[in-house]
């Protein structure tokens, strides 16, 4: 895939937690689409520093992408607090870290994606923007259902009935590593698109926001720090 090929829909709704999946579909939206607005939840995530970290990459990325400044939009944030004390997991409450029955990890909010993708759809709906964008992945994540390609099929052959439109749904790091997402953040905006990832976005389940290492910042022992470490590390191995 050619980053910066063009295409036909002139508007994205992009899916954005702050993190450095989403802060790369970011990048990969703006280069690609002539408008973009993002969209970001609060489920009552038990670390704020998730929500603060999206103003900082949106205000990062006008800096390391200038070309594509004009075409970021306004940023939308949905209250879904309600939603998040019913599908408690260790994201949300002070929870067992153990996997349930079905082998799932204590990260897993059941239907988070899904939820997300109903109310970005909706908001898209009344916006006039034609594509969302969100980063989920089969190849490096923890298992959760709602990350694979078949429920981003489903669910958005379900949207499109649901609204009577299309409702066509981008997944650019579906099949890629997290070494390749890193790989792909530098072919947008090369090491000032790196560099701006690695020092604003947020990936750290524990909310650490103090130990900075050559990745980013976060406890660098919880899955999502290990992930995200593992696939730098590669990445800059070559």
């Known amino acids: 895939m050619n980053a910066f090929t063009p295409t036909s829909s002139p508007s994205a709704l992009v899916l954005f937690s702050g993190g450095q999946d989403s802060a790369t579909c970011l990048a990969w939206a703006l280069q690609k689409f002539e408008r973009v607005e993002t969209i970001?939840?609060?489920y009552g995530q038990r670390h704020v520093v998730e929500m603060q970290a999206r103003l900082s990459v949106r205000e990062a990325m006008k800096d390391v992408l200038p070309q594509y400044a004009e075409r970021l939009g306004p940023d939308h944030v949905v209250d879904l607090t309600g939603y998040g004390k019913i599908a408690e997991s260790s994201l949300t409450s002070e929870v067992a870290i153990e996997m349930d029955e079905r082998g799932l990890p204590p990260t897993f909010v059941p239907g988070r994606n899904l939820i997300f993708l109903t109310a970005a759809a909706a908001l898209s709906d009344r916006r006039g923007l034609k594509?969302?964008?969100?980063?989920?992945c089969e190849t490096d994540y923890s298992g959760y259902p709602d990350c694979r390609q078949a429920t981003i099929d489903a669910m958005s052959q379900a949207l499109s009935l649901g609204l009577d439109r299309p409702v066509p749904i981008e997944t650019p790091l579906m099949y890629l590593t997290k070494a390749q997402t890193?790989?792909?953040?530098?072919q947008i905006g090369g090491q000032p698109l790196v560099d701006a990832i690695i020092e604003t976005s947020h990936t750290c389940y524990a909310g650490d926001r103090e130990n900075?290492?050559?990745?980013?910042?976060g406890c660098g022992t919880c899955a999502a720090c290990e992930l995200r470490e593992a696939g730098y590390k590669k990445w800059i191995e070559g």
């Open 212 to 217: 900075r290492h050559a990745w980013g910042y």
């Open 40 to 42: 970001g939840f609060d």
């Open 182 to 186: 890193w790989e792909m953040a530098h």
């Open 131 to 136: 594509v969302l964008v969100t980063g989920v």
